[in-house]
């Protein structure tokens, strides 16, 4: 058993609440954060990917001073962010909330015509009391020797405001920042779900070989997690098995494809490389995710039409082989991406082969 609890602070990231300009290094947040000087954040580009000659990307700051709303930066920022909030007016988008249009359809209990354009930058913080890194030695700056964390068929791991720092073993399959292997199949057999097992309120941080890594498990809660600077895909499901995950408020930033010839899947590299969710089973819940600054698309839902991998063998209730394309859709609602290279939700260009070479489907 794995038990780590941390402390985290009751504000995981929120977003500005004023224009930042380039160069400046105050901020001015929507909440009053409980964050001290020295914790380090990560701040959202608002630009299209990769804008302003690549300097619009996510960037790694310090807390130099906090004053209720207002954060004082040890550095400037790299970029122009934005920070307000827009309105549909009968004038057309306006930065007044004055004069809203009234929306062609009366509003139902069910169903409320979005009035308001929120495009502000997300700041995310990353520090929390326990820390698993790896040294910061010529391994980890040259071959990208980090830190991992495996769970292993019959042990539990609950993880609660950690930090992982420093974390993946570049080209090294199995080898992540948080990984879950093979807790819920056995040959061509589904054994019980999980249950009770978590990663919450935790952080990822400078990942070698990807983010937080679900493999032939089921029934786990990640929730209210931040990645920030993630090699290969950040939140991962391995095989297209995994099913009735919870995948819940996490944040996913700065997306890099990992250096060619070190990639373990074909779907991690070219123009169509890492992703900040690849998510290869619809029988999973995606609620009030983020993917932002990914080098390739946000959030890739490739329902497949067989496993893969360890699980290639795995039944599904009616005795066939598995079959995640035909599956039931579980719920994905309140996910947002942007400024991504490419698209913000990639709904094709599924797994085809064990390499991870992908087709359309």
């Not at 004023?18 to 400046?24: I, L, Q, T, Y």
């Not at 996510?58 to 962010?81: G, K, M, W």
């Not at 791991?157 to 992540?176: M, N």
């Amino acid at each position: 058993k794995l038990e780590l609890h941390g402390e985290s602070p009751e504000v995981l990231w929120t977003k500005l609440n004023e224009h930042a300009d380039k160069g400046s290094k105050t901020i001015s947040l929507v909440d009053s954060p409980d964050w001290k000087t020295g914790d380090e954040v990560a701040i959202a580009p608002t630009d299209y990917y990769h804008a302003g000659n690549g300097s619009s990307v996510t960037q790694l700051n310090v807390v130099d001073q906090i004053n209720d709303q207002s954060i004082q930066l040890i550095d400037e920022l790299n970029a122009f962010r934005w920070g307000l909030l827009q309105y549909a007016t009968e004038n057309g988008m306006s930065l007044s909330s004055t004069g809203l249009l009234t929306p062609p359809l009366p509003d139902t209990e069910e169903r409320k015509t979005p009035l308001v354009l929120d495009e502000r930058a997300e700041v995310a913080h990353l520090t929390r009391n326990i820390t698993i890194q790896s040294i910061d030695d010529d391994l980890w700056k040259n071959q990208g020797f980090g830190a991992h964390t495996m769970i292993m068929p019959g042990a539990e791991a609950r993880v609660d405001g950690v930090t992982f720092k420093r974390v993946g073993q570049r080209g090294r399959l199995r080898r992540y920042p948080m990984h879950w292997h093979n807790l819920s199949y056995s040959g061509s057999g589904t054994l019980d779900d999980v249950t009770d097992q978590y990663i919450k309120n935790s952080v990822v941080q400078h990942s070698a070989n990807r983010g937080i890594v679900i493999h032939g498990t089921n029934g786990l809660v990640i929730q209210n997690n931040v990645l920030f600077d993630i090699q290969g895909h950040g939140v991962f499901t391995e095989d297209a098995v995994e099913r009735r995950n919870t995948i819940d408020g996490n944040i996913v930033m700065k997306v890099r494809n990992p250096p060619y010839g070190t990639e373990l899947k074909q779907h991690e590299q070219g123009e169509f490389g890492s992703s900040g969710f690849w998510i290869s089973n619809p029988d999973n819940y995606l609620t009030s995710n983020r993917a932002i600054d990914c080098q390739t698309f946000g959030m890739w839902l490739a329902f497949t039409t067989r496993p893969w991998g360890d699980n290639s063998s795995v039944l599904a209730e009616d005795g066939l082989l598995l079959n995640p394309s035909r599956t039931l859709f579980g719920v994905f609602d309140g996910n947002v991406t942007h400024s991504n290279l490419r698209r913000g939700i990639m709904l094709d260009l599924v797994e085809i082969d064990n390499e991870g070479n992908t087709g359309g489907h």
